[in-house]
């Protein structure tokens, strides 16, 4: 981390710069140019907080020259993470298709599609019992029951399953029941709830939230991971910006981001992405192709019918059909 300091910066405004990040185990050089003068901190810089910087008025700017990530970062741990997840493995070229229709509904339509994207290649089923929703008037998912239900379709399947926790009050009861355990788009800044969920050791996927940078995505996955989860995996769910025709634009260029910055796992949703399911099926496969990890796609077996995401959802046989595509753009691009 370099500070530059305004002209004029006297010796009894820096002292107490040194001062205070000496005390810190900090290693702290000075480099004095004809009309600059910087200072240069060497050592564990991820602990500094910049506004404990920017509080000495002789300082003009802060630039960083490591990433405040030390976990989620590549630079101290160079390796691609694979992780084997109930004995299904993902990152570094190992693919995994998340599937399964937006929220719980009943027995009957959790079996059904778990059934059908098993028997055409999904490894986890997906499912939410807890719903974020936007308006508070909309379906917010069973519940408890919800989980029982997809507790159910595994039992039946043998599919892990992957659902959404919204509230730390139910990080006991996820604990027990769930595989990985989704944080979405709207908490991904949650910050006490990404540490409760980091202590409880399980795997995590991690959404983008909806008007988050690639370095917020990469902090919140430092969050989760220091606090003792190390299967933290990343997914991108499209941002917003201020085109309309799709309900939020795939950053497909945070693959190759992701990929250079981190060593966790990416994955792309689609359907968030998009928010319909003819453009599914295109946004699968350039993010098969643009090097992600996998895929969590929702599938509905009634779409017309679903108490959430029904224009984005694709049919059971347009996924059957998908996984054989990417199966070839795999075999194209390895
Ligand atoms: C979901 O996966 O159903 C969901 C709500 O996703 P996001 O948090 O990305 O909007
Ligand atoms: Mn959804």
Redesign the pocket.
Known sequence: MILILKQGAQENEIEPIRQKFEAMGLIIQEIKGENTRMIGFAGDTSKINEDDVMVHSCVERIMRVSEPYKLAGRKFHPETSIFDIMGRKIGGGEFAIIAGP?SVETEEQIISIAESVKSSGANFLRG?AF??RTSPYAFKGLGLEGLELLELARKQTGLPIVT?IMSPEYLEVFAEKVDII?I???NMQNFTLLRQVGELKKPVLL?RGLSSTIEELLMSAEYIISGGASQVILCE?GIRTFETTTRNTLDLSAIPVLHAKSHLPVLI?PS?ATGYSNLVESMSLAATAGGADGLIIEVHNNPEKALC?GAQSIRPEAFDNLMGKIQKIREAVR
Do not use: N, V, Y
């Open positions: 937006c939410g719903k974020p959404e989704q979405g788009a709207r959404k769910r949703d968030h995401d």
